[in-house]
């Protein structure tokens, strides 16, 4: 083996291919295992805080394979499939869990269509129909204080 050898290692496409294996494995069986997640934050360190289809909150570990370089991104209002962690029980009932594989959109919205997805996870995602507008009021100003008002010295 040389200098810079890279036996053994997966590069990006592979890991995404191994990622869209994964996706499509599940999208055709059903399992109590595995559960469907939204990444909530990012918490570092390969963690992230995710909510589940009944609205429980936990914290899940990227796996090796997701972790990589070149492998597909785990973004906030992702869509992501996870597993339990039993052999992690904590004394506060934290929920711990790994993440198997995240889910393309549209991948996302066919699971949603089979009713395996509750709506309002990819709803959640959805921030382009930007309508509403910005909570804050811009149209009222406040007028600036007079020099005179303000006394240097007593600051």
């Not at 129909?129 to 600036?144: H, L, Q, T």
């Amino acid at each position: 083996m040389g200098k810079g050898s890279k036996k053994g290692r997966l590069t990006g496409g592979q890991r995404k291919e191994i990622n869209d294996r994964i996706v499509h494995e599940v999208m055709d069986e059903t399992s109590e295992e595995i559960q469907f997640a939204r990444v909530i934050k990012h918490l570092g360190a390969g963690n992230l805080r995710v909510i589940l289809a009944n609205k429980r909150e936990g914290i899940a570990r990227i796996r090796n394979i997701l972790s990589r370089r070149g492998s597909t991104p785990i973004v906030t209002d992702d869509i992501v499939i996870i597993t339990g962690r039993d052999f992690e029980s904590n004394a506060d009932e934290k929920l711990r869990f790994d993440v198997l594989a995240v889910m393309k959109r549209s991948d996302a919205a066919k699971m949603e269509k089979a009713g395996r997805i509750p709506a309002w996870m990819l709803l959640a995602g959805d921030r382009q129909d930007e309508d509403e507008g910005d909570i804050f009021d811009y149209s009222e100003r406040v007028e600036e204080a007079d020099e005179e008002d303000i006394d240097i010295e007593k600051i």
